[in-house]
């Protein structure tokens, strides 16, 4: 079985952050709007890349350091310089 990547992510303006990943080559498979346009589920795909965004409208806790690393990220095999040199040409998401 190919291995495969996925992250779920909240960002205070989802529009924002969807519309950046799809700048650097993620693909909106799925969309879900929840009350007052809130994404309550978005699904975008890069290659075997997944990404799950929804708004953070509800409180979470942030994992503490554990020496450099909160033990939470993605890593993945994608064009690295491609994918590289498009996220640095872009502003980030809020």
């Known amino acids: 079985m190919a ?4 992250a779920y992510l909240s960002y205070p303006d989802e529009d924002t ?5 799809a ?5 909106t498979v ?4 929840g009350d ?3 994404v309550r589920h978005a699904e975008l795909r890069l ?5 799950m965004v929804a708004s ?8 503490s350091l554990v020496g450099q690393s909160t033990g939470a990220g993605i890593l993945c095999r994608l064009e690295i310089r491609r994918f590289r040199r498009c996220a640095v040409e872009l502003p980030p998401p809020p």
């Open 17 to 21: 952050a969807i519309a950046w990943l």
């Open 36 to 38: 007052a346009g809130a």
């Open 3 to 6: 291995s495969k990547s996925v």
């Open 56 to 63: 953070d409208d509800r409180d979470y806790v942030i994992a």
């Open 30 to 33: 799925t969309r879900q709007d």
């Open 47 to 51: 290659g075997a890349a997944v990404v």
């Open 23 to 27: 700048a650097i080559g993620f693909t």
